[in-house]
């Protein structure tokens, strides 16, 4: 059974080189030990940080980077480019009039990395 995911959780992505922790505003005021989360927390930046440096040759810092390298695959730093909110989620439980966000959700980068999460943030509540 999936976890409610909870600001300070664990994400990683398949082309980011280190993980990185959710961030949710409180303007949900659903709190277990941090504020819930739902599935319109996918804002680059303010929800999804970096992931170190990206490797996806669909990114083009790391298209561009890798051609001047002569086709050495050449990883640049990570921006996230989400633009669409995180799939599947738990339409049932509302939080801020939107799904919840479960730990078994996913995100995709307009690079073609898939953002999961490793660590909902808590272990007490289920969805």
């Known amino acids: 059974m999936p976890l409610l995911v909870t600001g300070s959780a664990m994400l ?7 993980p990185s ?3 949710v505003l ?13 599935i319109m927390d996918q804002v680059p930046m303010l929800n999804i940080p970096p992931f170190g440096v990206c490797s996806s040759i669909a990114n083009p810092m790391v298209a561009s980077a890798t051609a001047a390298a002569l ?9 996230p480019m989400t633009v669409a ?5 738990k339409p049932t439980v509302l939080i801020g009039n939107m799904p919840a966000l479960s ?3 996913k995100l995709m980068c307009c690079w073609g990395g898939c953002i999961s999460i490793s660590f909902p943030g808590q272990t007490i509540v289920s969805l």
Do not use: R
Request: include cysteine; charge should be neutral.
């Open 85 to 89: 909110p995180w799939a599947a989620g």
């Open 21 to 23: 922790t959710l961030q």
């Open 12 to 18: 990683s992505c398949t082309f980011g080189a280190a």
């Open 71 to 79: 086709g050495v695959l050449t990883p640049m730093p990570c921006i």
């Open 103 to 105: 730990s078994d959700s």
């Open 26 to 38: 409180p303007v949900n005021k659903v709190l277990v030990n941090m504020p819930a989360a739902n």
